[in-house]
C-alpha cells in the first residue's frame, strides 16, 4: 500500500504538488508563461508555500481542459461575453 493511501482512517490520499518548472512541461510551456499568468490571475490554481509555488497536477489538467475548443471563434465568444478563455 503507498505511503499517501489513507484509506483506513478515512482521509483522502494525498497527492503530492508540483513545482512551476514541473507543471510547465506538464502544459507544454515555458516556467515563465506560468509565472506571468499568476500576475495577470488566469492561469491554473496553485498554492503558495512561502516563497515556493506549487501546484496540484489533477488541477492543472482540470485547467487546460476547461479551455480545450473546437474552433477559433470559441475563445472570441467566450472573451465577449466575459467567460474564461
Excluded: C, H
Aim: charged share 20%; net charge positive.
Amino acid at each position: 500500500m503507498p505511503d499517501n493511501d489513507n484509506r483506513a482512517t478515512g482521509a483522502p490520499a494525498f497527492t503530492p504538488l508540483i513545482d512551476t518548472a514541473e507543471a510547465a512541461k506538464l502544459l507544454g510551456l515555458a516556467a515563465i508563461s506560468l509565472a506571468k499568468m499568476r500576475v495577470r490571475g488566469d492561469g491554473p490554481p496553485y498554492v503558495q508555500l512561502g516563497r515556493a509555488v506549487r501546484y496540484d497536477p489533477a488541477a492543472v489538467m482540470a485547467w487546460a481542459a476547461a479551455r480545450t475548443r473546437r474552433s477559433t471563434s470559441e475563445a472570441t465568444v467566450a472573451a465577449v461575453r466575459g467567460e474564461a478563455a
